[in-house]
């Protein structure tokens, strides 16, 4: 999980090195992880929120939230607060967004085995010249 985490982070700095604004980041990073818990999720047969939830906290706009409240006076303050509920509802959408991949490769993956499997019948794999 800390992996995960970290590699969320990853995208997430990588993001704004390239100059990115700061919402894209964000959400390139929580569909990574979305992703990625998703998969990890299926193959060790637990949910995929064991995954994405302590991967995606690294993500969170907890210092942009303290910034905004200790500003709250202002317009500037009112904006950083509005800036930390987009960034919140765009991790969110963006770990849901990455989840939905994952699950949507998965099931036409077993559709296209469906359809593909009884066509061909009982196929065994092809081996190399010279191999064993």
Do not use: K
Not at 18 to 34: H, Q, S
Not at 90 to 115: C, D, H, K, P, Y
Request: charged content about 10%; glycine content about 16%; overall charge neutral.
């Amino acid at each position: 999980m800390a992996l995960l985490g970290g590699g969320a982070w990853l995208v997430n700095l990588l993001g704004m090195q390239l100059g990115w604004d700061v919402l894209v980041p964000v959400i390139v990073a929580a569909v990574v992880v979305g992703a990625a818990g998703e998969a990890i999720g299926l193959r060790a047969r637990m949910p995929a929120v064991v995954w994405a939830v302590p991967a995606s906290l690294p993500l969170l706009p907890g210092l942009t939230i303290v910034r905004g409240i200790l500003e709250l006076g202002t317009i500037a303050g009112v904006l950083t607060v509005v800036a930390a509920v987009g960034i919140g509802f765009a991790l969110g959408a963006g770990v849901a967004f990455g989840s939905i991949l994952v699950a949507v490769a998965r099931q036409a993956g077993e559709a296209a085995q469906a359809v593909v499997l009884p066509v061909l019948g009982d196929v065994s794999p092809v081996r190399a010249v010279g191999a064993i």
